[in-house]
């Protein structure tokens, strides 16, 4: 009997641990900064935001952004429970603050879970237009 007590006393250590690692396995993941390079901090839009660029982008964020990051940017899309990492909040003032050259390179060139969208949108005008687009979301 004093073994089973044992084995249990055991086993409740090794779930609690697993489970504070994994918090904080999660906790370190969705909170590293993810720094952008000066030269891409610094790019200018060169797509003029307008009613059809804004369409172009919201098209395309359909296509391929929307699983994740949800019909509306908060980061609530179907594939979203099943990642590791945080989709983010594009109606937020935190991701307003970026300057678009900041989304820019994000998109093209992804990290951890986020995919690389240079691969799928080969022309970087494509990758301007879901810019123009997420800068329409929460207003």
């Not at 720094?35 to 839009?45: G, L, T």
């Not at 949108?121 to 990758?127: F, K, S």
Request: positive net charge; hydrophobic residues 35%.
């Amino acid at each position: 009997m004093r073994n089973i007590g044992l084995f249990k006393k055991s086993l409740a250590t090794v779930v609690l641990g697993a489970s504070v690692a994994a918090m904080v396995a999660f906790t370190a993941e969705t909170n590293d900064p993810w720094p952008v390079p000066a030269e891409f901090e610094k790019m200018k839009n060169p797509v003029k935001s307008n009613a059809e660029s804004i369409a172009i982008g919201k098209e395309l964020f359909a296509k391929h952004c929307k699983s994740c990051h949800g019909k509306f940017g908060e980061g609530d899309g179907p594939k979203a429970s099943e990642l590791k990492t945080d989709c983010g909040d594009f109606t937020s003032d935190k991701f307003k603050a970026q300057s678009d050259g900041a989304i820019f390179y994000k998109t093209k060139k992804g990290r951890d879970e986020m995919p690389n969208f240079g691969k799928k949108m080969t022309d970087d005008e494509e990758i301007w237009h879901v810019v123009n687009f997420l800068r329409t979301l929460g207003k």
